[in-house]
């Protein structure tokens, strides 16, 4: 009886832990939400230069409502500096697209605009040749004014995220498999954070289900208390395999761990106090991890929290109708919804499932926190399951219409081409992964100087390390699969971290050398009207760098941090034409000169401010 009472304390306790975490997070909301003070997006260059186009569109069709309005970068060899896409608009207004095209040219060319020169067609697109000098000084400004907060915006104010992400399984080393979902999940937290939204980062822990059933079999058969003092979670890890590979000659365990479960779950205090234990040495695990990749969550509410609820919630939708009782079997099946196929709710034994205590968490998640959306940043194979939570969840009115949810899903890490499994032992640990990368990080760091001071070689190779594991998954589709290809991650001539983090160390050291030359440069007093350029390169770059807050948002609502990737390299490989052209040592008169020393800082600050979006850092010397 004392037992028992203990193990009910220690629910208590565990409860008590979630509201504290919960109660900290609505705090943090309702203060961004009372004093966030975000960049109106409106007020970028790039949004300047559209609403101009908008007025002209207006006045040489005479509609109002005339939607947003896309700019585009043209090829190389056609003239303009932007080009204005036309096929929806004369869709809308049905009329021919090259016609409406002339049509807006010509109202252009009969303007006299602050920021647009002229206009040309060229089939369904008008080019727009733009009053370079003007837009040129404004987005330098507009660089040197807002510093490190340029590209946020107010797009998204006020809104609340729930982003899902991570969600590791506890008594297991967080392996590769939950790679791409930590890695995406925070570049998505980071993203939504910048273009307004207040963002809940929740680590849902897979701390519940028939494998722990598995596992709690396996720790009573052959659990060795020493080896698990030496390295609880791969001793717990070595036992789950063992459970496996034991299960396929004797079947008849699987029932016992289905049995050992199914006692969890009732709260028997032996298996409850197990329970615990292994999920707190879990736990103290995953955070060295996490802190390697520089990643705190609000929230680690793992799935245990919700198995009382669940089985309200069953019993609310079987007494609603939404589901059954399956006479044969009497597990609790959800019947075919539209083209969803029927599921079940809850198992023949009275287990509860992944879907029904989905289904309580995301019960909670919308009346606790009152959110706008819910991510769910989880693998592609998961696709039926959230298709079928989210049709449940609309039907049982526990998720409101107003409240967006999505299933960010995403390919998996491949080995030799083939799936990883704990089960099967092939398994590759994300702190192993970290290690392999930060290794061989310090021999190409070490071949590119060998006199290198050892503690500040340990520093940048950590950086650059843990980036190119990052970098290498982000610039990819989340929806493909991927492997590792060390060569690519750590090439220094495109395509990797490694290149952009050179690129921003390469800008830095020219600076550096242009005040050993010229003494400090104060852009402080470097005024809008004074700001101006000479080379084409020069331009090539600040229209770029104009591009970088619409990169941001286009990045958050398509949730593609690859297409932020995808920016970068462009930017860098921009830089370097730059670099190539112009030579700032010998760039003689001053104002020309701190205009490109403006203009170099713009991106250097761009290339740290986008690898920062997606969790990557910069070292300033390599």
Not at 178 to 193: F, K
Not at 310 to 329: F, N, Q
Not at 422 to 436: A, F, P, V, Y
Not at 437 to 466: F, R, Y
Request: hydrophobic fraction near 40%.
């Amino acid at each position: 009886m004392e037992m028992k009472e203990k193990n009910q304390d220690e629910f208590e306790k565990y409860k008590l832990e979630v509201a504290e975490s919960v109660s900290a997070v609505q705090k943090k909301i309702s203060e961004e939400k009372d004093n966030r003070k975000l960049v109106d997006f409106d007020s970028y260059p790039s949004e300047e230069l559209k609403a101009e186009v908008i007025e002209v569109v207006k006045e040489s069709i005479d509609v109002q409502d005339v939607g947003a309005v896309g700019l585009s970068v043209p090829p190389a060899h056609i003239s303009g500096d932007f080009a204005l896409e036309v096929f929806d608009l004369a869709k809308k207004l049905g009329e021919k697209p090259n016609v409406l095209a002339k049509k807006i040219a010509d109202r252009i060319n009969e303007r006299e605009l602050e920021l647009i020169k002229d206009a040309s067609v060229a089939g369904a697109f008008v080019n727009v040749e733009t009053q370079k000098e003007t837009l040129y000084r404004d987005i330098l400004a507009k660089v040197l004014e807002l510093g490190e907060r340029y590209g946020e915006s107010d797009i998204n104010a006020g809104k609340v995220a729930v982003i899902d992400y991570s969600a590791p399984n506890i008594a297991k080393p967080i392996g590769v498999g939950h790679l791409r979902s930590t890695i995406i999940g925070q570049a998505l937290v980071n993203l939504y954070h910048e273009t307004g939204y207040s963002v809940i980062k929740d680590n849902h822990l897979g701390d519940w289900g028939t494998q722990f059933g598995s596992l709690i079999y396996a720790y009573k058969e052959w659990g060795d208390e020493k080896k698990i003092e030496e390295n609880p979670i791969r001793e717990l890890k070595n036992l789950y395999i063992k459970f496996h590979a034991f299960s396929e000659e004797h079947p008849e365990v699987k029932d016992n761990a289905r049995e050992l479960f199914t006692r969890l779950e009732k709260k028997d205090p032996e298996l409850v106090a197990l329970w615990k234990r292994f999920r707190d040495l879990s736990l103290k695990d995953f955070e060295r991890v996490y802190r390697q990749l520089g990643i705190e969550f609000d929230t680690n509410i793992g799935e245990s929290y919700f198995t009382e609820q669940t089985d309200k919630l069953v019993d609310e939708c079987m007494a609603s109708g939404l589901c059954r009782k399956d006479e044969a079997s009497e597990a609790v099946v959800v019947d075919q919804m539209g083209e969803i196929p029927s599921f079940l709710l809850r198992k023949q034994d009275g287990s509860s499932l992944y879907l029904s205590r989905d289904l309580a968490t995301l019960q909670f998640r919308v009346n606790t926190f009152k959110p706008n959306a819910i991510l769910y940043v989880v693998g592609n194979e998961q696709d039926l399951n959230f298709k079928q939570l989210f049709a449940l969840g609309k039907r049982a009115e526990y998720l409101p219409d107003e409240v967006e949810t999505k299933h960010i899903g995403f390919g998996m890490v491949l080995r030799d081409g083939k799936k990883m499994s704990t089960r099967k032992g092939t398994l590759i640990e994300l702190e192993d992964l970290l290690s392999q990368s930060v290794e061989k990080s310090k021999e190409i760091l070490l071949k590119k100087n060998s006199d290198a001071d050892p503690q500040e070689l340990d520093k940048v190779a950590e950086i650059v390390g843990i980036g190119a594991i990052i970098y290498n998954d982000l610039r990819q589709s989340r929806v493909k699969n991927i492997s590792f290809d060390w060569d690519k991650m750590l090439d220094l001539e495109g395509g990797s971290a490694v290149y952009l983090q050179y690129s921003y160390v390469r800008i830095n050291s020219i600076l550096r050398k242009l005040t050993e030359t010229y003494g400090e440069i104060d852009l402080s007093t470097l005024e809008k009207g004074e700001i101006f350029f000479e080379s084409k390169s020069e331009f090539g770059l600040a229209k770029k760098l104009m591009m970088f807050p619409e990169t941001i948002l286009r990045s958050q609502q398509s949730d593609s941090p690859h297409q932020l990737c995808v920016y970068l390299e462009e930017l860098a490989l921009l830089f370097n034409s730059f670099y190539n052209e112009v030579s700032l040592l010998r760039t003689e008169d001053t104002k020309l000169r701190e205009s490109r020393v403006a203009l170099c800082e713009g991106v250097a600050l761009v290339i740290k401010k986008g690898l920062s979006l997606l969790s990557i850092k910069v070292p300033e010397k390599m």
